[in-house]
Structures are given as C-alpha cells and as structure tokens.
C-alpha cells in the first residue's frame, strides 16, 4: 500500500511537479546549484540536491545568487553540467530546472523544467511537493518557513530568540522544541556568515573547499537537515581559515578563524547598543513609526541584524528602511500583533509610485548604462580571484526576461541620424540594431567596442520599468529599488527633482511614503473604509511571501483552522469536487459547496 502511495505521487510529481525530468536525467548526470544566499536558499539547494539524487545526478558545485549585480557575477556553468535554479524569482535559458516561491517569476516560460508556487518556503515545495517524499523533517521546515516568512509572533518568539547565536540543550523542553531553537541559532550562523569564504576541509573528509563560500560549502557538505548544517557549521568554526580582503590594498589579509558563536553575540550587543542613539534613526510616537537611513557600522563580522530595530524600538508598529544603495523597504513589526489590519504597505508604495510618474518616465536610462552597473560586480570578483574568473554576465536573455516590452531606441539627432524613435522588438531577427544587441550582450561590458557603446547606448529604459521591474509589495512588508540607476542620468535629476543625487530623491519617497501611511492610520482610527490612489500601478518585482491564515466555511459558519487542519478536513471533499477555495488577502477560506447542512 505504501509503495502504491509513493509511486503515485512520485509519478503525479512528474506529471505536474517537475517536467521532463526523465528525459533530462538522460541528459545529464551533474549539476551546479544556484541558490539565494539565506536559509530557505541553503534549504532548498539541499532539497534540490536530494531529490536530483534520485535521478542520479550528483550535485558537484553550488553558488550563491542575490538580486541586483551580485545575480549577474556568478560563475559560468561548466560545459555537460546541468544548472539548477532555486529559491529566486529571476530565471532565464540558462537553467534547465528552475523553482521558487516568490508572488512573481521573470524568465519562467524559458525553463526546460519548472516549478513555482506561492508559499511560505521554496525548501517546503521542494521538499514536500516536487520530491517523491518527505526531504526534510516536518519541524525543520516549519522552521524554515518560520524565518523566512517571519512568522515570529505565532510562535511567541522575540528579537533574542532570532538574534540567539549559542545553543544549548534544554532538558525542560522537548526535543521538538530543542530542534527549533537550534534552527534559529543556524539562521543566526548563516546570517552572519553569509559573506564569508573559507578554506576547510569537509566533517567526513570527502570534500576540500579553497576560498569558496561558507553557504556553499554547506550545500556540498550537509544532508537535508538542520541537524546536518549546525554541526557543519559547528565543525567550520572550529578548523575553517577565511580570507579577508583588504579592499584598499586589493589583497586578502593573514587567514583567520571564523567568530565563535560567543565572539558573534559580543559583536551583536556592541551594534545594538549603537543604534541605540543615533541620528540615522527617527521614531515619530504617536503613529508608531520608524525611519531609519542606512545601517550604521557593520564591518564586524555578526554586526548587522534586520530586526535589531524592533528591539530597540519594542513599540514601533512600523520601519521606513531607506538603504543608500538604493533601496526603500517599508514593513511592519513581525512581534507585534498588527492592530492595523486594514494598512496595506504594497498598496502604499504603489500610491507613492503614481505620484513619481512622471518624473521616473521621464528618465530615460541608457542600456549600455545598464549593463555596465549589472556588471560592476564582476570586476570585484576578478579582482578578488584573478581575472580567469568566469562570471555569467548580463546577457540577451537577461534582457528579455526583465525589460522585453520596456525598450525603446531614441535616435541620435545631433549626430544626423534619421532613423525614427521606436519600440525595440527584441523578437524582430531582422532588425540590424537587434543583431547589433545580441552580438553585444553575449560580452561583457568591458569588452565593447566605442561603436557598440554609442549605439546601444542610445536604446533607453526609462527609470520608471526599471524601479517597477524591482520593487514589489504585500500588506506586510514592500520594497521600492533601482534608485542608484538615476545616478546615471544626473541632468534629468537636476531637471526633474532639482537635485542631482539620488540619494535625495530616496529621502523624498520614503518621506511621501510615511506621510501617505500617516494618512492611512488616521483614516483607520476614525473608522473609514481606508483606499489607495494608486493609478493602476502594477508593482513587478519579487517580495518575500507572508503568512497565511486558513478558514474553513461550513454551513455558513466560518472557523479558524490550521494549515494542516484545513488540508486533511477539504481533502475528501476536493476530490469529491465539493470544496471550493478562496483567497482574499492573507486569508484562504475553503467553502463546501453543498446544499445540504454537514454535520
């Protein structure tokens, strides 16, 4: 009976998880996992490595992947070896198997095999849903869902409880507890760790790592499970070198052993005491909200933690973030029952959005502009490992994936040229300026030629696709980013916002953005229907996922039921075709569709 389960959900996995996946795995026998570099990423890497095991492809790299620059620097898959995508909203041809979480996806159609859905987790999609069976434990990955939807007040726990860098077993809870309070202490680990490159040899003997990163090392090195990452993680403390590099002498320094667990909690005491005081942060007390400009000094290892703010400020029902490098996030108090149900941040922004429109479609933004900040990163990394590093770069189908129907070519009058102002259909083959395009973007920037820089630098994005490309936004917590690409048309700064530094036009959103929220609270408090002047905008990038709360409606009574509640009571009646599910918001309802009273 159980092998007939196991073979049924493996094959209804093949027909509507993962496709392709026999053919591919007579394709390839080796793969290079991408992953985001946080714990759902490492997570879902592991997940990934086991459930490609079973196919018997062997996982023999992996690599970390951020959005922004960091996405367009990572290394080159090797010839015959399969890249694998998980854990990020950003995909293109590249990957032949791709899987994330996120609301949205950019390159998704291009995949030979995917899957996504919107969840608290990809490690629990992948681990739960795409995989045969069970990956990872069911409290590891309540765990991992935990953090990285920050569902922090369901479960009762506090700044110190995520901040916690040191385990210790307590015999006066359960194991199921213990493991828990161990997964935050390796979400804390990972966190401040997250950067480091390290020179180890793996627990078991098997795997020599030379200046790689430490949340790639653990990838190669651990089981799914976060048993198996805390005692890797226990054993790099204890025998790994790293490298620093010494960015004004563009060297790496003596090697040094990794911070201990009790090293980390010194220095994070030391950076919550300083932003303590400071003038980088403002907390208005009447609505409750935090505004803080940039992080203060985190050059210490361990130093910056995202929720130290709520610490300090225990109070605040809201944070204004404005990050220098330009980036505006805006989200509520995760310890903190939210008593302003009715405030939707993701809305807010886009109202903040509508009321720049003008100015930001005004901007236009070079390409060649584009490609060259993608890429800045590149350079840090030869620099960093000599210039043989191969990094992928931003390509063709990058382009595509992001800003398709977003190009425009503007000709350049004052040299002669009679071409006219259009459209760039990135599809028309024969278009001589799209050949120009394609043949271009298969090189690094560096690598252009004068001919190539002046004529793709007249095809423009305007700052408005850009920001809305990467900003996006739910009830509970939004981003507005791709500011630093204003400082590439400083003139149009000038004229539109009378300033030419980007950094102001941020000071300006994240004001008009508190102000609007200001509005909103106001309107709450004297019990109006609380709206949003939003003008249609359409928010396109990727945001972490929020928690949702689950209701069953029987016999037009609604009740309030846990997750895996709401499953096992709809499941006879799905497949009867009489369960009918419904999302408004954060709420998942799942009515019976029957006339007759159930008892």
Not at 92 to 119: E, L, M, P, W
Not at 298 to 313: H, L
Request: net charge neutral.
């Amino acid at each position: 009976m159980i092998k007939k389960y196991t073979d049924f959900r493996s094959k209804i996995n093949e027909e509507v998880g993962l496709r392709n996946m026999r053919q591919i795995a007579e394709t390839y026998d080796e793969c290079m996992i991408y992953f985001h570099m946080d714990l759902d990423g490492v997570a879902s890497a592991l997940s990934m490595k086991g459930f490609l095991e079973r196919y018997k492809i062997k996982t023999i790299d992996a690599q970390i992947i951020q959005y922004g620059g960091i996405q367009y620097s990572i290394k080159n898959t090797p010839m015959n070896v399969m890249p694998v995508l998980v854990d990020f909203a950003n995909s293109a041809t590249r990957y032949i198997i791709a899987t994330d979480h996120h609301d949205r996806q950019t390159g998704v159609d291009v995949t030979k095999s995917n899957y996504f859905k919107h969840a608290r987790s990809n490690a629990e999609t992948i681990s739960g849903e795409i995989a045969p069976s069970d990956v990872f434990g069911s409290t590891d990955i309540d765990l991992i869902k935990t953090v990285d939807s920050a569902d922090f007040l369901s479960h009762g726990l506090t700044p110190d409880d995520v901040q916690n860098s040191i385990f210790k077993y307590d015999r006066l809870k359960s194991p199921t507890q213990n493991r828990f309070l161990m997964g935050l202490v390796v979400n804390r680990l990972l966190l401040a760790f997250k950067n480091k490159r390290i020179t180890v040899t793996s627990l078991d003997g098997k795997n020599h790592h030379v200046n790689k990163n430490l949340l790639e090392c653990l990838v190669l090195d651990s089981s799914p499970s976060l048993y198996s990452i805390f005692n890797n993680l226990r054993h790099y403390i204890n025998t790994a070198v790293s490298l620093e590099w010494d960015a004004s002498k563009r060297s790496h320094q003596t090697p040094k052993k990794l911070s201990t667990p009790e090293q980390l909690a010194e220095t994070l005491f030391g950076y919550i005491e300083s932003r303590k005081k400071t003038e980088d942060i403002s907390f208005d007390e009447k609505y409750k909200i935090l505004r803080e400009y940039g992080i203060g000094s985190v050059f210490k290892t361990g130093s910056y933690d995202r929720y130290v703010i709520f610490k300090n400020y225990p109070d605040a029902d809201f944070v204004c973030k404005i990050f220098p490098m330009g980036l505006i996030q805006v989200s509520c108090n995760p310890f903190k029952e939210k008593k302003l149900k009715g405030i939707n941040l993701g809305e807010i922004s886009k109202e903040v959005l509508n009321t720049y429109k003008y100015q930001l479609s005004n901007i236009n933004i070079p390409l060649s502009d584009v490609k060259r900040v993608n890429e800045e990163e590149i350079k840090k990394m030869q620099n960093k490992y000599g210039s043989d590093y191969e990094a992928i770069g931003f390509t063709f189908e990058d382009l595509e994936a992001k800003y398709k129907d977003s190009l425009v070519f503007l000709p350049n009058r004052k040299s002669g040229d009679i071409r006219t102002r259009e459209k760039l259909n990135l599809a028309d083959s024969n278009n001589p300026l799209v050949k120009i395009l394609k043949s271009a973007m298969s090189k690094k920037y560096s690598e252009w030629t004068n001919f190539e820089k002046d004529e793709i630098g007249w095809i423009r994005i305007s700052a408005w696709d850009i920001i809305l490309g990467g900003s996006g936004g739910h009830a509970s917590i939004t981003n507005i980013q791709g500011f630093s690409f204003l400082s590439t048309r400083r003139d149009l700064l000038k004229r539109l916002f009378n300033t030419d530094s980007y950094l102001d036009v941020m000071n300006s959103f994240a004001d008009k953005f508190i102000n609007l929220l200001k509005e909103k609270i106001d309107e709450n408090e004297k019990g109006k229907d609380i709206t949003y002047d939003t003008g249609g905008v359409e928010l396109k990038g990727e945001i972490m996922n929020e928690n949702f709360e689950y209701f069953i409606n029987q016999n037009n009574i609604e009740k309030k039921v846990n997750r895996d509640e709401f499953l096992k009571f709809g499941n006879e009646f799905i497949i009867k075709n009489k369960f009918e599910i419904n999302i408004e918001d954060k709420k998942v309802i799942g009515k019976i569709k029957d006339d007759k009273k159930i008892s």
